[in-house]
């Protein structure tokens, strides 16, 4: 005979179970996250419905994403998709989750052209999971998107989560380090590359570590700023008029980074700092 185990009993033993690995209530965040998601549950509705049998299939699910979870796995991993800028992005190992300190960087680009008179082109490098490229694609409308990165696998799923928001994005195969030159002129380009340092290491979470991919974190210790370089070089190559040029940085080289840009001939370098005042993005153009 099937236990009998209701919504109640499930958080109790959900809560009980994660309590050695994270305090008791990111586990009843995570809980919440996936009853919205698997039940249909929003916190309010779970306050309703204590009392609710849960099917095996139900039962199943949550316990599989505590074994899951029990493996420093991200949440947004085991759900399937996170919230972003107001959109929903499906992710995966494959590309890194989308952070809040990014939503900011693309309400400063939001603010700053949503009243751009067209056309204007604009260039994600390192899109991920595209959700700085969508984002921008769905608050300026008239904006020609177009979205670049190294992992054909990245790629894949940006492409998936474009047609999920109902967006048209031109994704762009290519390694930015081997370009010499970008494809065509563009108004803005945006990045949020690579740049935590090997050194860095030790202050990064486990489940970010054993989880996210590598190639969208880190650089080298010797050589932190090899994106923003190369970056900033083709910007200025195949520059257009007014053109502006906006980085997600490390909060430890905000004064190295701001100094490399300007060397390459950008005399308006604004730096800002995000909701946790850490020096996180930068904005550039040559006036």
Not at 82 to 111: A, Q
Not at 158 to 169: E, H, R, S, T
Not at 195 to 211: A, C, D
Not at 230 to 241: F, G, R, S, Y
């Amino acid at each position: 005979m099937q236990l009998r185990i209701n919504i109640k009993d499930l958080r109790s033993s959900f809560v009980s179970s994660l309590s050695k690995f994270y305090d008791q209530q990111e586990v009843l965040s995570f809980f919440y996250l996936l009853s919205e998601k698997k039940l249909g549950l929003r916190r309010v509705d779970v306050a309703l419905n204590l009392d609710r049998i849960l099917s095996a299939d139900d039962v199943l699910y949550f316990e599989t994403a505590e074994e899951r979870l029990k493996t420093q796995e991200p949440i947004q991993y085991i759900v399937g998709d996170t919230d972003f800028y107001g959109l929903s992005f499906v992710v995966n190992e494959h590309v890194l989750i989308p952070r809040p300190e990014t939503e900011e960087l693309v309400d400063w680009i939001v603010k700053d052209h949503k009243n751009s008179k067209p056309p204007i082109r604009i260039l994600d490098i390192g899109t991920g999971s595209g959700c700085i490229a969508i984002s921008l694609a769905k608050n300026i409308p008239e904006a020609e998107v177009y979205a670049m990165d190294i992992s054909e696998k990245a790629i894949k799923l940006a492409k998936q989560n474009a047609n999920n928001n109902q967006v048209n994005i031109t994704f762009i195969y290519a390694d930015v380090l081997n370009l010499n030159n970008l494809p065509q002129d563009f108004d803005i380009i945006v990045s949020n590359p690579p740049y935590v340092r090997e050194l860095e290491k030790k202050e990064m979470k486990p489940n970010v570590l054993q989880n996210e991919p590598p190639l969208a974190l880190f650089v080298s210790d010797t050589d932190p700023l090899i994106f923003y370089k190369k970056i900033t070089e083709l910007a200025k190559k195949q520059w257009v008029a007014k053109g502006v040029l906006y980085f997600e940085i490390n909060q430890y080289l905000s004064v190295e980074t701001s100094s490399m840009i300007k060397s390459f001939g950008f005399n308006d370098v604004e730096t800002r700092k995000d909701i946790y005042h850490n020096e996180r993005m930068i904005r550039a153009q040559i006036t």
